[in-house]
């Protein structure tokens, strides 16, 4: 077991003597990812393209179990393999033919990263009274800082924010409905099959977006992990963090309106009552969300990028080209697309 924080794995196969943590990581660190402003806005959107709220909650209720369960039977592969998600899709690929997926794949997390900054980045300019752009640059570098320290960091940060977003969103939600009346909200229950449809693709997307990276925070733990446990535990943290954090969302279009609707982070921080501390704390809560699920972007970005100049040097290396041969070849191959048929 390693004990150093600083990671010194990159893509290779992570041994069994480094293993360590237990499935429920998974539980603590996409629960914390999935509680964040984007996915507020995500939520706000069923609402904004004229799905009611109430078919809106369950719509995107749906999405985030159908895409979640795509996500997490990624993540089980983690423990079984020891590999980065899109190191293990050269079993379907080749070397070569995963080269356009991966380029798309980066291409997403620098769009991720970079709404993600600028949301998180007002935050940190008002918390600290430097204007958003400094902000913006604050919090770029302390993403940056974070996803080079590596696997460890990340998991605990995940802890962190899982708490401290979790009693945030309790605090925004009582908020919310000393504000408007949860009755009301949800009394239009008109039905239009194809917005609710739409609906369910905004959370089924949010979920399937995480599929080319999800096995990389789960491919430390040992090997013995049930892939039972780290599956369930992967999708019970993403699906709660994500449609918390869509409920709310939604809840908060249908009350608000255009209150809301682009003004999401001042929105958010006004439902504190006004009281400077209360702000800041609520500045700080948006900002450590962000932080999370940016700095598994940034990582899973470099993961990426490492894999693809191996690709273009048509040079992986010999222990993780041994290690494919050996276990994601021949009939591996099957299995592996069995259970990782998204990896692109």
């Not at 004990?3 to 293993?19: G, K, M, N, Q």
């Not at 924010?161 to 919310?176: D, E, S, T």
């Not at 959370?203 to 446990?229: I, M, N």
Request: with cysteine; aromatic share 10%; proline share 3%.
């Amino acid at each position: 077991m390693p004990t150093s924080l600083v990671e010194t794995r990159s893509i290779d196969v992570v041994p069994d003597a480094e293993r360590h943590g237990t499935a429920f990581s998974q539980f603590t660190l996409w629960l914390g990812a999935n509680l964040q402003i984007t996915a507020v806005v995500t939520g706000a959107l069923a609402v904004v393209f004229g799905v009611g709220a109430f078919w809106s909650v369950i719509a995107l209720l749906v999405g985030n179990v159908l895409g979640g369960a795509v996500m997490a039977l990624h993540s089980a592969q983690g423990p079984r393999l020891g590999l980065p998600q899109m190191i293990s899709s050269r079993a379907q690929f080749g070397v070569r033919g995963a080269i356009v997926p991966l380029l798309l794949v980066i291409v997403m997390y620098v769009g991720f990263f970079a709404s993600g900054s600028v949301l998180a980045g007002q935050a940190v300019g008002e918390l600290t009274h430097l204007g958003d752009t400094t902000g913006i640059i604050l919090f770029a570098l302390l993403t940056a800082v974070a996803a080079a320290v590596g696997y460890r960091l990340i998991h605990t940060l995940g802890r962190i924010a899982g708490v401290v977003c979790a009693l945030a969103f309790v605090y925004l939600g009582i908020r919310l409905l000393d504000r408007a009346d949860l009755a009301a909200l949800l009394h239009d229950r008109s039905f239009d099959f194809p917005l609710f449809l739409l609906a369910v693709s905004l959370s089924a997307s949010w979920q399937l977006a995480f599929g080319p990276y999800v096995a990389d925070y789960s491919r430390y733990l040992p090997r013995s992990t049930s892939a039972r446990a780290t599956f369930s535990w992967t999708l019970a943290g993403t699906v709660l963090g994500s449609q918390w954090s869509m409920t709310f969302g939604a809840l908060a279009a249908a009350a608000a309106g255009d209150a809301f609707v682009g003004h999401e982070v001042s929105y958010v921080v006004g439902l504190g009552g006004g009281a400077a501390v209360i702000t800041s704390l609520l500045y700080f809560v948006i900002a450590l969300g962000k932080l999370t699920i940016n700095v598994l972007n940034t990582y899973g970005g470099f993961m990426s990028m490492v894999d693809q100049r191996q690709r273009l040097a048509h040079a992986p290396s010999p222990r993780a080209r041994r290690y494919i041969a050996d276990h994601v070849g021949g009939h591996g191959v099957a299995s592996a697309s069995r259970t990782s048929c998204c990896s692109c």
